[in-house]
């Protein structure tokens, strides 16, 4: 039998502690399935976190997370938290700044049945996750945004070869498993220092994967092109700022960005967490999608089977996906899919599947 598998499991905020038991559920039946068993670590994060030891990234969360090479992260509102817990980096912000998760991988697959409006859509988007344009994780401390006077608010782009460099192999080796194709997206012709060094690059990495076709898009075209063409794409590098904003395009032409799964991952340490947020407007209500999440766990199962040979858990990540696959195609959906089920018979219907 395969080693158990310690994996960390953190509800965080709004229809999270719906959608991850759900996805956690059906992790267990897939391992179990193939021989492996599990013990869950679940931590806090968030609003309940706030309620019970007063903080919204416990240091103990932090420390259990030390030990751990693989955990699910559920959504976080940190505009609802109380005034005194919204300033300084969101929750999510200060995990992926402690375990240097530079990489967040987001497919936008069309699944069979699902109503979609790209429905042969199949790329993914690599999107480098530690600098950038995004003002929460291009500095050491604090934050890349800030008010010289209450009339004038700056930010700061950060672009550095070393970490384009790590995200271009990243792309360039996940391209060599697909149909090898990469596309380069930047905006080069006004952002000519920052993300011309980006484009560069990529270019300069490129080069040392012959057999992949290397093509490149300013963003705003690539936003047309996605809506008009997102099915020719089919791995997308660029940097984070432009990473977020298009992938939550490619999965809503996909289907529903409630579908939307992606890792964060480092060298050692890979995490689980749906593209989408906390949602509070239908928490509570048993209808949120739970697809994302759990294609986003099932990533996180390649991920960790990549890293470490265990062919085990490539195989429940497999079936996962066939099941949820299998499940939609039958019309058992939640309501921002057309369907008509609640997100516990959603999961009923995958675990019933596996």
Known sequence: MTQRCRIGLINGDGIGPEVVPAAARIVDVALTRTGCSVEWIPLEIGRAAIESVGEAIPEQTLSALDDLDMWILGPHDSAGYPPEHRTGLTPGAVIRKRFDLYANIRPAVAYPGVPALSPQMDLIIVRENSEGLYADRNMVRGTGEFMPTPDVALAVGVITRAATERIALSAFELAMTRRKQVTIVHKANVLTMTTGLFRDVCREIGQRYPQVQITEQHVDAMAAHLVRRGHEFDVVVTE?????????????????????????????????????????????????NPVGIIGSAAMMLDWQAARTGDRDLAVAATLIRDAVGSTLSKGIATRDLDGLATTTEFADAVVAAL
């Open 240 to 288: 984070s700022l432009f990473g977020d904003i298009l992938s939550d395009l490619a999965a809503e032409l996909a289907g529903s960005l409630g579908s939307a799964a992606s890792v964060n991952s480092s060298a050692d340490k890979v995490m689980a967490q749906a593209a989408h947020g906390a949602a509070p407007d239908i928490a509570g209500q048993n209808i949120a």
